[in-house]
T-cell receptor, first 114, second 115 residues
Framework: DGGITQSPKYLFRKEGQNVTLSCEQN?????MYWYRQDPGQGLRLIYY???????QKGDIAEGYSVSREKKESFPLTVTSAQKNPTAFYLC?????????????FGPGTRLTVL | GDSVTQMEGPVTLSEEAFLTINCTYT??????LFWYVQYPGEGLQLLLK?????DKGSNKGFEATYRKETTSFHLEKGSVQVSDSAVYFC??????????????FGSGTRLLVRP
């Protein structure tokens, strides 16, 4: 089945540690996105990528980093510079570079800082 | 900038009741509009969408009509089921160079349906 997978489902981190969240899609989509969701709020865009080896900052990129070395993969690293990283992280993808298509979401990773 | 406003929840209904979740937006031009649903502990699923004025999106008994004159995209369902209990997000994608790459989300409305 085609879709978006995120791992792990739950992640615990100690303060000061970097962690990397995985996002893989087998939909052959060009564009990929990372969003952050906080309780009782909508989603906010962290980073997005239109094509391999290219990515752009979203609205809340500080303390995060990404890479796009393969079309199907878009990992997100939450660095120790992110002041409040506890949140639900959602990866999404859409078919074309032009951002005119619907975005499809993965199941999410819940990150908790201990 | 672009924004989406949803009615606050939770909305609590009995099974088979009529559902309306209000959504209004602020954006230039003709944005695309979406409703997503999130079940507990899961990601978002696209429920329906509309890309131009007067379009009606529909799926699984849910409907929403793109109303340019009132800048609204209210979600409706004639008869809700317990399995519809979830959080519903209204979202838009703008048309400008600086806004077409992302979705702008409302804060979500939690729906609880009692048997």
């Amino acid at each position: 089945d085609g879709g978006i997978t995120q791992s792990p489902k739950y992640l615990f981190r100690k303060e000061g540690q970097n962690v990397t969240l995985s996002c893989e899609q087998n939909l052959n989509h060009d564009a990929m996105y990372w969003y952050r969701q906080d309780p009782g709020q909508g989603l906010r865009l962290i980073y997005y990528s239109q094509i391999v080896n290219d990515f752009q900052k979203g609205d809340i990129a500080e303390g995060y980093s990404v890479s796009r070395e393969k079309k199907e993969s878009f990992p997100l690293t939450v660095t120790s510079a992110q002041k409040n990283p506890t949140a639900f992280y959602l990866c999404a993808s859409s078919p074309t570079q032009g951002f005119t298509d619907t975005q499809y979401f993965g199941p999410g990773t819940r990150l908790t800082v201990l | 900038g672009d924004s989406v406003t949803q009615m606050e929840g939770p909305v609590t209904l009995s099974e088979e009741a009529f559902l309306t979740i209000n959504c209004t937006y602020t954006a230039t031009g003709y944005p695309s509009l979406f409703w997503y649903v999130q079940y507990p502990g899961e990601g978002l699923q696209l429920l329906l969408k509309a890309t131009k004025a007067d379009d009606k999106g529909s799926n699984k008994g849910f409907e929403a009509t793109y109303r340019k004159e009132t800048t609204s995209f209210h979600l409706e369902k004639g008869s809700v089921q317990v399995s519809d209990s979830a959080v519903y997000f209204c979202a838009l994608r703008g048309v400008g160079i600086g806004s077409s790459y992302k979705l702008i989300f409302g804060s979500g409305t939690r729906l609880l349906v009692r048997p």
